[in-house]
């Protein structure tokens, strides 16, 4: 079975930090390009950030360059999102995402489209409230 795993959701305050992990198990992260996901209620599922198969390439959503960092550890089969400074408005729940084909490249225009991504996790809930 091929499974994509979230933690590391929680509340914290305007300001602070978290840092999500997403486990995979049944399949090898490293020949994957991978993405997190995030949606807000009454909103659609909007692109965070993404890299490729070796973390060469990265892409983030404007609205999270230079508070956000995409890191993957294929030897830990697991990919983390680093959360700085954050807003209310980072508030949603967050979903990382698995995709064997190439959709991760610099500069790239369709690595938001989340029907690239064959595998999902279920998702873990990020509140940034005081």
């Known amino acids: 079975q091929l499974q994509l795993v979230e933690s590391g959701g929680g509340l914290v305050q305007p300001g602070g930090s978290l840092k999500l992990s997403c486990a995979a198990s049944?399949?090898?992260?490293?020949?994957?390009?991978i993405g997190w996901f995030r949606q807000a209620p009454g909103k659609g599922r909007e692109g965070v950030s993404c890299?490729?198969?070796?973390?060469?390439?990265?892409n983030y959503a404007d609205s999270v360059k230079g508070r956000f960092t995409i890191s993957r550890d294929n030897t830990k089969n697991t990919m983390y999102l680093q959360m700085n400074s954050l807003k209310p408005e980072d508030t949603a729940m967050y979903y990382c995402?698995?995709?064997?084909?190439?959709?991760?490249?610099?500069?790239?225009?369709?690595?938001?489209?989340?029907?690239?991504?064959?595998?999902w996790g279920q998702g873990t809930q990020v509140t940034v409230s005081s």
């Open positions: 890299t490729s198969r070796t973390g060469g390439s990265t």
């Open positions: 049944g399949f090898s992260l490293d020949n994957y390009d």
């Open positions: 995402a698995a995709e064997v084909g190439p959709v991760c490249s610099d500069g790239g225009s369709t690595w938001y489209n989340t029907f690239l991504y064959e595998y």
